[in-house]
């Protein structure tokens, strides 16, 4: 290779001479690396990702960014933008009254507060909510989630999630209008929120097509391939969500309708399994054993029905739901739901379970498990457009706010330098004890965590450090630990388990090894002493 003259002009463009320009650096024998272009992608971080599907569910992601002062929304084939919008929220409130249309609103509008729509009614409650909570106008803010909250914004997000994942269709929007048809509308929507958070595609059926009896919509699953049809039933109420003393039945019997709203289920043909969704519509009540009121008896119901009922012995994965945010519009509300399988003896029984067995069971039926985690969080909806941590968009970082793997100086330590290996939180003393390792060797350093910090690790675990396995800490019941157990144990040899289940009476020759491990696991729960 020539020599490069440093008289001549410097290769990067400067217009000065090279002597003058980078052949002046003299301090270091090696060049300097080049930057990288703005552009390029960033290494894949596992972590961000269990943030954003803990925050998104498992459908298409939220396609957003920020130009020109204007925050811009992909939803499916459409595009919407506002300068107005700082949070994901914001933007679902603008697009539930796109969707529903200004003529629609203003009709509501000129009615009494008692005669209209319940959309309009959660509306004007939600809008009271953000205006007691929100103290600084133009700044963002937290709040908790009311029952009209939960009821108008999750409304919104479902009909985001419908026209994103798959289509919103026009008879749909006229029928959620519509006061006589919302009910059964509105439930559909959280179904179809619920199945597409599960990581479901939904396929829509021909709901103009008067001659056939269908289900209101298919869904195959992301995780098995299995293709489902879908029927949701919500029991009907005089005086609540539009429903009046003609359409509306008496509210002191919840399990009234349950049978009959499964037989018509059921009498819909289906070419696949079966989903379906029964809304008992009944006000939550907590039992001593911390379960709802109705919980126990419609699981009684149901397998009294699959006993002596049953004669086509049809199978179905039934969900029973009571989503009452509307009956509660200014307090806290609660998902609950019951799974139960028609037809499915080894699903969700009364009574106790071994744990292989539930193991087993989880494993066999990861769709309805799937479909129940996405029910627990039906009342968690995205803060941010990019499913970061609302705290790394809108707060001020903490000291507590580190990540595994990245090296920090911490100054408040003794001037301390060094890649974090570890993060562990004491929630009862409010703050984490960061590991780092440095040229001297490790040191154990104590952080304060706010109290957001706190709330983002309970909501996400320690993916807010960086960390993707699940968050370390006491076993929540005995089945936690046996899945401690299968995870600890799992590289054990052929050899290492018989030697370690010998004592069985059990002819171990005939067992898989996931089914020695399995034992082996067991025998070890069994043996620690009951809390």
């Not at 008692?114 to 004007?124: D, I, N, T, V």
């Not at 519509?178 to 939904?202: M, N, P």
């Not at 969900?319 to 003896?345: E, I, Q, S």
């Not at 690790?457 to 960390?467: P, Y």
Request: hydrophobic share 40%; proline share 6%.
């Amino acid at each position: 290779m020539a020599k490069f003259g440093r008289n001549q002009p410097c290769h990067c463009g400067s217009g000065k001479k090279y002597k003058h320009c980078h052949g002046s650096y003299r301090g270091s024998p090696d060049p300097l690396p080049n930057p990288l272009p703005y552009f390029l992608p960033p290494e894949p971080d596992a972590s961000a990702e269990v943030i954003r599907l803990q925050q998104q569910g498992k459908g298409r992601p939220i396609i957003s960014f920020r130009a020109a002062n204007q925050q811009i929304v992909s939803v499916g084939n459409d595009v919407h933008w506002s300068s107005k919008w700082k949070t994901f929220p914001d933007f679902l409130l603008d697009y539930i009254k796109i969707k529903l249309g200004p003529e629609w609103a203003a009709g509501e509008l000129a009615k009494s507060s008692a005669e209209q729509h319940p959309l309009m009614q959660w509306a004007h409650l939600c809008y009271e909510h953000q205006k007691k909570t929100i103290k600084n106008a133009g700044e963002v803010a937290s709040a908790p989630v009311t029952g009209a909250v939960a009821a108008y914004l999750g409304t919104a997000y479902a009909l985001y999630l419908l026209q994103h994942n798959v289509e919103l269709q026009e008879r749909l929007l006229c029928r959620l209008k519509d006061i006589g048809q919302f009910q059964g509308a509105y439930y559909e929507l959280i179904v179809a929120s619920t199945l597409i958070r599960a990581g479901f595609k939904l396929t829509l059926e021909d709901e103009t097509d008067g001659n056939n009896k269908h289900c209101e919509f298919a869904a195959i699953s992301s995780a098995t391939g299995k293709r489902y049809w879908v029927e949701a039933k919500m029991r009907s109420v005089a005086g609540l969500l539009g429903k009046s003393e003609a359409d509306g039945g008496a509210d002191d019997k919840p399990l009234q309708r349950l049978i009959p709203h499964l037989n018509d289920a059921l009498a819909k043909p289906a070419a696949d399994d079966r989903l379906i969704f029964i809304d008992l519509n009944v006000p939550t009540k907590v039992i001593a054993s911390g379960n709802p009121h109705w919980l126990e008896p419609a699981i009684r119901r149901l397998e009294r029905y699959e006993r002596l009922e049953n004669v086509a012995e049809a199978k179905a994965l039934i969900f029973v739901t009571n989503a009452d945010f509307h009956r509660a519009p200014n307090d806290f509300p609660a998902m609950a739901a019951a799974p139960f399988g028609l037809g499915f003896p080894d699903f969700n029984r009364s009574g106790r379970i071994r744990v292989t067995d539930l193991y087993r069971a989880r494993r066999k039926f990861v769709d309805a498990f799937d479909i129940c985690t996405a029910l627990q969080h039906y009342l968690v909806f995205p803060t941010t457009f990019d499913g970061r941590l609302p705290s790394d968009t809108y707060g001020q970082p903490t000291s507590a706010r580190v990540r595994i793997g990245q090296t920090y100086f911490f100054p408040e330590a003794g001037n301390v330098t060094g890649t974090v290996t570890s993060v562990l939180v004491q929630e009862d003393k409010k703050q984490a004890i960061i590991a780092v390792q440095t040229d001297k060797g490790s040191a154990l350093l104590a952080a304060p965590m706010t109290n957001t910090d706190l709330a983002e690790w309970k909501e996400f675990g320690d993916a807010i450090f960086g960390e993707t396995r699940k968050r370390s800490g006491p076993a929540k019941d005995r089945y936690d630990m046996f899945e401690f157990f299968v995870d600890a144990y799992k590289k054990l040899s052929r050899d290492e388990l018989l030697r370690r289940c010998a004592a069985s009476d059990e002819d171990l020759t005939q067992l898989t090894d996931e089914d020695l491990l399995l034992m082996y696991c067991e025998a070890m729960v069994a043996s620690l002493p009951e809390a």
